[in-house]
Nanobody, 127 residues
Framework: QVQLVESGGGNVQAGASLRLSCAAS????????MAWFRQGPGKEREFVAA????????RYSDSVKGRFTISRDNRETTLYLQMNNLKPEDTAVYYC????????????????????WGPGTQVTVSS
């Protein structure tokens, strides 16, 4: 069974930066399309960013485009989310997700297409 564990969340002021990490037990890691989702208080889970197994293509929600960067280290089987210029609206539990694909070049962005999820890490941004 694939295991995912997020880390790096915390409480920060608006304008600060955080880097989230997701350690994955999945092998071969390059065959897992990965993504970040988040769920704010009183809201539905929403897509944040996605990346192909080979890291050749990325996708971002409009709300984080230009501020967040998704990346991965396939040697260390770790997914990252660099978050800059954080806003109070970014406050949420952030989840990483993995979806196995035969191709390393497919991008997956729908929550229903991900089989494996981490337990989440809390990010709180105050003004």
């Amino acid at each position: 069974q694939v295991q995912l564990v997020e880390s790096g969340g915390g409480n920060v002021q608006a304008g600060a930066s955080l880097r989230l990490s997701c350690a994955a037990s999945a092998q071969p890691f390059s065959h897992y399309a990965m993504a970040w989702f988040r769920q704010g208080p009183g809201k539905e889970r929403e897509f944040v960013a996605a990346i192909t197994g080979s890291a050749d293509v990325t996708r971002y929600s409009d709300s984080v485009k230009g501020r967040f960067t998704i990346s991965r280290d396939n040697r260390e089987t770790t997914l990252y989310l660099q978050m800059n210029n954080l806003k109070p609206e970014d406050t949420a539990v952030y989840y990483c997700a993995a979806a196995w694909r035969s191709s390393t070049r497919v991008v997956v962005t729908s929550s229903g297409d991900f089989r494996f999820w981490g337990p989440g890490t809390q990010v709180t941004v105050s003004s």
